[in-house]
């Protein structure tokens, strides 16, 4: 017979009395998350009646705004408050020009959905790698992308989108003094009430491969690794956002999300801004694909990735995944 071994005076914690049950989880959860922090991206694109998939993000389309009142129904009922607009024009040309015209493709669509809904916050992507015909995000001039003459643009792309109605501006393109060169301009031109949601933090990241399929917005030559951030960096980071913050940023974004989880903590303690992290489209493709597959439960990894974005500190995050996860919620 085997002698038991008497455990009389061990000293532990009871962790596990807090996971006894279902509500006594529920009681101590840290982080919630919620349909108010789903931010959607949407893509515009000329012509009618058309609802172009985007291949390799599976569930996400190109459409055109004849369709877009529905798509923004859907997305009211569904309890979302708002959406982040980006364009896809029929014409490129060297200095973007489509994205500055006041009636270029993201501008009529900020107009009409703000004559339709015009309860929803409507974040204006502003950058001009759609709108090149090179893919990238400023003028070009011997193969360089050059910084001070590439504000004015964008600086003319904020104002114009304001102009049509966006609540938020928020730029993407990594040029030094974009947030200053935006602040002034909205200034202005009479839009001292519209913030500014600033990436901030854009790593030069593989994960917006897909993206580059939906936007139409690849480079032609080169990569954005002179203005976007090195993936090995952390202080550029606290640099990046300290800068963006005295330039006037109301929101900081940190981009990707999954693989920079540290980076949005880090803006979360030592700033006080609301931090935002955009989940990607690498990212939400990667997990599209797995499900297809069948080889992974969608709906439990959406929701976990998404909270470990909260308890790392984003207090909104951008996803194309906020349809799937806005009825998740509502069916808990
Ligand atoms: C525009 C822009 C990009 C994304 C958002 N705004 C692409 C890029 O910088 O190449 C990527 C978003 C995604 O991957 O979901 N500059």
Redesign the pocket.
Known sequence: MKEEIVMKDLQFARHRRLRNSANMRALVRETHLHKEDLIY?IFFVEGENKRNAVQSMPGVYQVSLDLVNDEMQELVDLGIKSVLVFGVPAEKDEVGSQAYHDHGIVQKGIRQIKENFPELVVIA?T?L?QYTDHGH?GIIEEGKVLNDPTLDLLARTAVSQARAGADVIAP??MMDGFVAAIRHGLDEAGFEHIPVMSYAV?YASA??G???DA?H?SPQFGD?KTY?MDPANRLEAMREAASDIEEGADFLIVKPALSYLDIMRDMKNNFNLPVVA?N???EYSMIKAAAQNGWINEKDIVLEKLTSMKRAGADLIITYHAKDVARWLTDK
């Open positions: 991206p992507d950058c790698c995000c993407s393109n854009k994960f917006y897909p993206f580059r936007a917005s954005r976007q955009y990607v489209s690498g």
